[in-house]
């Protein structure tokens, strides 16, 4: 049985997918990917088909993070029953996420920096150009993630 989790921003190009790529790689890294299903999806409508922005890609790539033939996707309501999480990059696409799912009963929609010591949402690098800072953003909530699950074990 594996632990789905599903990365969540506006477009589904820039912070959801740096999102899963990272992750699988940390999993894949520690001998885990049979043990995590990994996604990303977005909020809007905006960006549907369109591939991972490319200052996108030339951050992980620079990092050797290596990458899917991802395109961008919205969240459905389906989901909120298909993953264990839905890690949201910041607050506004956490209320769109809730408003997609119909609700949060069973807790499972979060941001996913509320799992690292210091809470915050993720700056959106399309209007900040800073992909830097947005990488090391996702690396710090997925470190925290995956030991915050280590913990729950």
């Known amino acids: 049985m594996s632990f789905r989790v599903l990365f969540v921003c506006h477009g589904n190009i820039c912070r959801s997918p740096m999102a899963e790529c990272v992750l699988k790689n940390m999993v894949a890294q520690s001998g885990r990917s049979s043990e995590f299903y990994i996604d990303s999806a977005a909020t809007s409508r905006e960006e549907i088909g369109n591939p991972i922005y490319p200052p996108a890609v030339r951050k992980l790539k620079e ?6 033939g991802h395109r961008a996707v919205q969240m459905t309501r389906e989901d909120y029953d298909k993953y264990d999480l839905l890690l949201a990059a910041d607050s506004a696409n956490l209320r769109n996420m809730r408003r997609i799912a119909g609700g949060d009963p069973q807790g499972k929609i979060r941001r996913l920096l509320d799992y690292s010591s210091h809470p915050r949402d993720i ?9 830097d800072v947005t990488y090391d953003d996702i690396v710090e909530g997925c470190q925290a993630l995956l030991a915050h699950l280590d913990n729950q074990r």
């Open 63 to 68: 990092e050797g993070i290596p990458l899917s």
């Open 123 to 131: 700056a959106d690098p399309w209007y900040t150009g800073n992909f």
